[in-house]
């Protein structure tokens, strides 16, 4: 039997849908997360399973529990859509041995994907990736069976039961964040859900004070508007435009699973996710007086290095993904972890991305500090110093993989932009870090035919000269 195998990214699996996205291969994901879970002696804790907005993805859970009841073990059904969060943290509070989570979070409309959360809410190590990769694979090799029940004889027999994971959720976000403070502060907040899973939740717990929220794009649209529901600028022009005349405070929004977080600030313009890592630990540092190590995946700023230096606290970098930042957290008891992408995780919680607890923190950074957000970017920089920072996607035809990274690897540089390379690594992808501090990467998407360029510096004016320097060394 021919197959393609499933692998798993970053954070998930990801494909097209009816092309490799089907019910079939999504089954047999299904029947893959059953037999691990039988075999590690997971399985009477149950499971959760949750959906966000993408073209049928209720239907997709439904045949994902159908199959994890058909394995005799309970499963936790969301009976609506659900950010990843909040599926997450419902697996602490059921004491579930995790949950699958049918998302492809920021991908084209045209994918959907399947996630997969360990009984500590957070994302799948490359251990556990491993032992689901393996069972799924023999799953399609016809080695292990993929067993099925309908949902509806599921239900009546009490193997599947439909579960609402938002209020325990928003409790928890309560005890996190002075919520009422920030309902009480007449805060003008605008919020793009860009049609995603996290429509709502802003509006639904800081309603009913003298803040104010506006939320766009707050509808399931699968199509999601004929843009990725990625936060980055190129995808904001709503909420960017809407910004520009000043009659908002904020602008926050969040991917298609709300596991990510942007801003934009009072005049219009967006606030890079390596300022927005930088501005939540600040906030936690310094307004909270919190201390813990920080966490850094290596494609996210390196004034987490200067703030540790200031209070005291050590930084750790790993490779990109939640599945390394994760595990570092839970080990060294972190109060903050974070990456290029706009995910946060936040110690207290769960050692997981939350767009919604993140966005939370930046508005009562904003409340505590009586500053707008432009003014306290400067006052991050004038602790840390100026950095500026964008990256640029390049799309290319799979099969030139082993040749781009056959030039890259063969690739010599002793100056970038005029600067000297103080070193170059391979801790993830191909890194220079330059005299002056500035770093350079380049490295491969987990889940797409995209290569990532990526440039910190001081200045402005040197980001498109460093990242046409990366499209040279790649041959691009």
């Known amino acids: 039997m021919n197959y393609k195998p499933i692998k798993f990214g970053t954070d998930g699996w990801r494909a097209m849908i009816a092309e490799d996205y089907t019910f079939d291969n999504v089954r047999m994901c299904a029947q893959g997360v059953a037999s691990y879970l039988l075999d590690s002696g997971l399985s009477p804790r149950g499971l959760v399973v949750g959906y966000d907005t993408r073209f049928a993805s209720e239907y997709f859970a439904a045949a994902t529990a159908e199959v994890v009841a058909a394995n005799g073990i309970k499963v936790y059904l969301c009976e609506k859509t659900a950010p990843t969060p909040v ?11 995790g949950a699958a989570m049918i998302t492809a979070s920021h991908n084209p409309w045209t994918d ?3 996630k997969y959360k360990p009984e500590y809410a957070g994302s799948a190590s490359p251990e556990v990736l491993a032992e689901l990769e393996k069972r799924i694979h023999a799953t399609q090799a016809g080695q292990i069976e993929v067993k099925r029940m309908k949902l509806e004889e599921a239900v009546a027999a009490g193997v599947v039961e439909m579960v609402d994971p938002a209020p325990a959720y928003l409790a928890q976000v309560r005890r996190l964040v002075d919520v009422e403070a920030i309902k009480a502060a007449g805060l003008r907040v605008a919020v793009d859900s860009m049609y995603g899973a996290g429509a709502g939740y802003f509006k639904r717990l800081l309603e009913g004070g003298k803040t104010e929220v506006t939320e766009i794009h707050a509808v399931r649209n699968p199509y999601f508007g004929g843009i990725a529901p990625e936060p980055i600028t190129r995808n904001l022009g709503d909420l960017i435009e809407l910004m520009k005349p000043g009659n908002f405070d904020v602008g926050l929004t969040t991917d298609g699973d709300s596991d990510r977080i942007g801003a934009v600030d009072e005049r219009g313009q967006f606030i890079t996710q390596l300022q927005v890592f930088a501005l939540l630990a600040l906030y936690l540092l310094e307004v909270r007086g919190e201390r813990g190590p920080i966490i850094k995946s290596i494609t996210t ?8 230096e200031l209070f005291g606290v050590p930084v750790f970098e790993t490779p990109v993904g939640f599945k390394y930042i994760g595990p570092k957290m ?44 432009s003014q306290i970017i400067d006052y991050l920089y004038s602790r840390v110093g100026p950095h500026f920072y964008d990256r640029v996607d390049l799309h290319f035809p799979a099969e030139q993989r082993e040749a781009i990274i ?30 002056d501090g500035s770093w350079l990467l380049i490295r491969f998407s987990g889940t797409e035919p995209i290569m990532r360029i990526y440039t910190e510096t001081g200045s402005p004016e040197r980001i498109k000269r460093i990242l046409d320097e990366g499209r040279r060394l790649a041959g691009l």
């Open 112 to 114: 959907n994907g399947f």
């Open 330 to 373: 839970m080990e060294t008891d972190a109060l903050l972890g974070g990456e290029e992408s706009g995910g946060f995780g936040f110690r207290g919680h769960i050692p997981e991305r939350d767009g919604v607890v993140a966005g939370l923190f930046l508005l009562d950074l904003v409340i505590k500090t009586g500053k707008k957000p």
């Open 301 to 308: 700023t390196s004034m987490a290095y200067r703030l540790g």
């Open 87 to 97: 599926v997450s943290f419902s697996i602490l509070g059921r004491r579930a041995a």
């Open 406 to 435: 056959r030039r890259l690897s063969e690739a010599r540089s002793e100056k970038i932009d005029g600067t000297p390379v103080a070193r170059v690594d391979t801790f993830d992808g191909l890194r220079y870090v330059l005299a």
